[in-house]
């Protein structure tokens, strides 16, 4: 069985596709990521199987309200069957006779079976194979026997299914599944039920007992009240004996500071400032000293080295004509460059174009305003004239060809012509019939019409011919006269020639053809002959040839004739253009005379020759003005360097250097002279600054002196340093005077005025609070559960009260029991339908096993030992509490899946796929879907799946769904590019 076409109305991206599968069993859909193929995928298993509404609706395509499509698949039995389905509803199936079947035929076609089953045997993808990578070694035995028995994870699946379903609902010895909470349930409402009957009986007892209840909780709440008013205290007392503890230390420190108690601090801020200015004073005054006496010997140095007044006058002289020098300079190099620019310029473009030029030509050469438009009219000429040549030539080599047709053809059909003497005979065999069978008349009438048509066919054509040809010779006329181009009277002389000449042998064609019609009507009389019809049939069948044979050597000659005629007026016609021609020439000479450069150049070119020169002139005139600015820049800059010069030599310098050098050294010498003279200055106003900031300072120091004296006196003391030493101390007795105020403050605010008095008496032990803490809060706990205890109590008992006061309560709970016992007898039914499914599966699988696993084993040894390289070659299935293994019979080793690397459990399941579709696909054919399968392997795996492929393909069609270029052009002759 193969799919050979299917055709897509709209199922997800795809809209009005249709794809044709090769007769190649093997069919590769190649496509990026997000290219349709899995969608293509669910669109042939749709085709298929049908599909449900919810899951339709998820491929109904945004861009159409189109869904579904249909499905040509080849049977080698039944043979082309169509099917097509429209939606969810409209389903239509086609024999190979193009009767319509109904579902239950196809389905047998299909061999009753439904998508999941096909999935699971005949279609997998890389999404199985990921599934192996989150399991361990039980889970993925288990799961390689699934795929062993039914080709996919499905049988695995459910039997996990069933298995956790089961664990949620019952365990012998759990509490979370439902029926064993539901139990416990039963059990807690049933005990219940009987306390609440008993409850009925000793309602007045109840009664007191919560009166009892309730006086016992209001006398433990008041006792809790009391033992966390304690306990607040306890710990306020143990967060603030930190501070009482250093509210201790201050009140030593501060009672060995009492001699500093009443020392006045009122000057300490002058008494410090003078001391800083009067130290800063100092600090400039022998700062200024130093600095005086450095300014002085520099004064002296620069006075030594810098120039006399003259000196210094001649060099600014020098330098004011710097600016003007150095713009001339740079104007010398532009010059320079702009000239030898020009100078290539108009070189290269000689050179470039190859123009026969010198630069003593160029600037004698003149150019009129009107040359541009006299060369430019020659090129039209000259272009105008070859054209017509070339066409001339071409026509007339179309002619020649057109005439050696002609002559073949006629020499063609000569060769066909019978000679005379054979048409007189025939002719006479035909009049002989006719005599012996009496038709002369009906003959005599048949061949003066035969001959009467054959001669009004030749009038036509002389009255056509004639009325083209006079046509002709007139249009040529007329175009002559008004275009004054005497070669077109020329052609309308030689048409009116071709006209009378073909006139003339019209009228002899004519009388021929009536010469031959009174022949046959003399010759109608001869000898009688004997003539069977056959014979005279074939007679007339040959003359009638013979005369169709005779047209057309006639209509060819008429042709032949006009292409001599129209080789003849060509011929003319191109001595008229030869001559024109050669009066081109001449002017084209007398120009190239003038002009020697225009010689060896097309006349063709010679209009971008005067632009060209044009161009060249005017370069020519930019290089004369460029060389005359040039030579004034040259003596302005000459004359400069001579003053520069002389200035070099007066000191004693070199005067060989270059112009730019020795302005850089007169501008350095400038600079260094004005730096000399500033500096002096400088030096000047430096000095008497000096000397009259250390006349204030000296001043400024005794001021500071004689108040700092009386502040000291004021502070009872003699010296500076007993000052300092005194208010260090007071500060310091300030810091602890107010830290003490500032704790004092803190207690007040974190200690209740009511404890105040107890602050007093209390210890400052950190283990007496810390005890009576612990303690109050032990007992807190006791009096608090105590008082849990009895609010439970007193809500069981009014609930008690409440269930005795009402006796439907009783009754509704007795119902309520009655219906969850029912609900639990529902759930122990589903629970046992679902344990006797499991058992079922099991003896399933074991049957399964015993009957077709080996076979599956067996077939996926081959592909795994293909696949793996050889690398294994045996596989044991799961046998009591053993799981999958492998085995390398060479290396005499075993391993578990769980020791197999990740891309050899891949190949290990996939070979069990393949196993699985082989030996199930003997009795269906159906064929094998894989999507993206090998996505994880190498280049060397994937060139093993290829050869397995290939076998595959040998049995049934397989259709692969890839990314992978490489491996889709190995199966090149089915290949199917995926573009939307």
Known sequence: MKIKEITIYGFGRWVDKTFSFSDSNLITLLGENESGKTTLHQFILYMLFGMTKKKSDFYRPKTSSKLGGRMIIDHPSEGNILVERLDTTKVRYVDSKGAERDASWFENFLGNMNAETFQSIYSFSNQDLAELQHMNETDISELLLSVGLTGSAAVYKVEKKLQASLQKQFKPSGTKPVINEKLMELRAKDKQVGENKQLEKTYKAQIEKIHTLENKHHLKKEQIAETNEQLEKEKLMEQILPIRKEMLRVSRELEELADVRDFPLDHHEQIKSIRADIDHIDRELRSHKDTLETYTEKKQDLETVSLQEDEREKLNQLLNQKAEITLLMERQKTLEQDYTYKVREITGMIQEKQIRIGAEDLEQLELPFYLEKEWMTLRKEQEHIQQRISDNSQKKEQLMQEKSRLQEEQKKLNKELLADVHVDELKQRIQAYQQSNHQDNRQREYMHQMFGRMIQEKVKQERIGIMAGVTIALAAALMGYIGSMPWLFLLSLVSGIGVF??????????????????????????????????????????????????????TLDDAFQQTVHQIEVNDTVRADLIEQQNSIEEKIIDQQNQFSFLHSTDVFYWQDIYHLMQKLLQL???????????????????????????WFEERGLDSETRLEEMMLILEKAQQQEQQYQYELQQLAQFIKEAKNKQFVLKQKKDRYREEQDKLLKAAGVDSEEIYFKKQARKEQYNKL??????????????LPEKWHQELIEESLEVDHHYKNKKKLELALADYEEELEQLKSMQAEQKLRIEQLESAEDISLQMHQLAM???????????????????????????QYKDKYLTLVIETAQIYFKEITADQYDTIYSPASEQHFKVENSKKKQRFRVEELSQGTKDQLYISLRLAINEVMSKASGLPFLMDDAFVHFDWKRTERMQRVLKRLTEQQQVILFTCHRDLAEAANDGMIHLNL
Do not use: C, P
């Open 620 to 646: 020519n005139t930019e290089k004369q003005n460029l060389k005359l600015e040039l030579d004034r820049v040259k003596e302005r800059i000459d004359q400069f360097y001579d003053q520069v010069k002389d």
């Open 820 to 846: 969850e016992k029912e609900e639990l007898e529902s759930m122990v039914k589903t629970w046992a339908v679902q344990k006797t499914a499991l058992r079922m599966l099991a003896a399933a699988k074991n």
């Open 501 to 554: 000449y073909f006139w003339h042998v019209q009228q002899k064609r004519i009388q021929k053809l009536k010469q031959e019609q009174e022949g046959w009507q003399a010759n109608h009389s001869g000898q009688e002959v004997d003539v069977t019809e056959t014979e005279y049939l074939e007679a007339q069948e040959i003359l009638a040839g013979q005369q169709a044979l005779r047209d057309k050597v006639y």
């Open 737 to 750: 005077y107010a830290r003490q105020d500032e704790l004092r403050e803190r207690i007040q605010i974190m």
